[in-house]
């Protein structure tokens, strides 16, 4: 079965920081491995995906993720964060059998001025 | 851009009350989505829709049911609600091509209080 952790509900960072959120799966065959991300009393927006190829893939709003296959990992990652950037973060994953997304339970970022 | 439009963004409801949940995709997409979230669960997937007229269950369908009789409607439906149905529901949609790169269009959520 597929499932996704994040380890931590709570992320906070100073504005400028660097930020990372952290996200582990597991998956039988491939993974396919998503961020998505909820500003308040909206519906999740795409940020950003892993298929196939270079481990370090960029996305929307200057947020990149990086897979590591031997941690099972896929953690988002921001070089300076911005105040704008407080949201909810979710990670996602579907194996290549054409299963549904599963999804983790949401990390709550907080970037403080 | 693609819209997904969820007719309710609040609801109170009444233990028992038979609930609709309404949502509208403009994109000509295949696939369709209820999830309902909540906090510390993420998102939990109660029912999809490849097609018109076809339905799936997800991971939580007890007390929940879906119509979608048109390819841009997929209806979730509540027969009677009950406190434990209180949560924020989020309907999706993707395009067969979406769905293999995990690129889903989310409405805003629609917010039911079950009291």
């Known amino acids: 079965a597929q499932s996704v952790a994040q380890p931590e509900d709570q992320v906070n960072v100073a504005e400028g920081n660097p930020l990372t959120v952290k996200c582990t799966y597991s998956v039988s065959g491939n993974p396919y491995l998503f961020w998505y991300v909820q500003y308040p009393n909206r519906g999740l927006q795409f940020l950003l995906k892993y298929i196939t190829g270079d481990n370090l893939v960029k996305g929307s709003y200057g947020f990149e993720a990086e897979f590591n296959k031997s941690q099972t990992s896929f953690h988002l990652k921001k070089p300076s964060a911005l105040v704008s950037d407080s949201a909810l973060y979710f990670c996602?994953?579907?194996?290549?059998?054409?299963?549904?997304?599963?999804f983790g339970p949401g990390t709550r970022l907080s970037v403080l001025p | 851009d693609v819209k997904v439009t969820q007719s309710s963004r609040y609801l109170v409801k009444r233990t028992g009350e038979k609930v609709f949940l309404e949502c509208v995709q403009d994109?000509?997409?295949?696939?369709m989505f209820w999830y309902r979230q909540d906090p510390g669960l993420g998102l939990r997937l109660i029912y999809f829709?490849?097609?018109?007229?076809?339905?799936e269950k997800g991971d939580i369908p007890e007390g929940y049911s879906v119509s979608r009789e048109k390819k841009e409607r997929f209806s979730l439906i509540l027969e009677s609600a009950s406190t434990n149905q209180t949560s924020m529901y989020l309907c999706?949609?993707?395009?067969?091509?979406?769905?293999?790169?995990?690129?889903?269009?989310f409405g805003e959520g629609s917010r039911l209080t079950v009291l």
């Open positions: 999706a949609s993707t395009s067969p091509d979406g769905f293999n790169t995990g690129e889903l269009f």
């Open positions: 994109m000509d997409h295949e696939n």
């Open positions: 996602a994953v579907r194996d290549n059998y054409g299963q549904n997304f599963v």
């Open positions: 829709s490849y097609d018109v007229k076809m339905k």
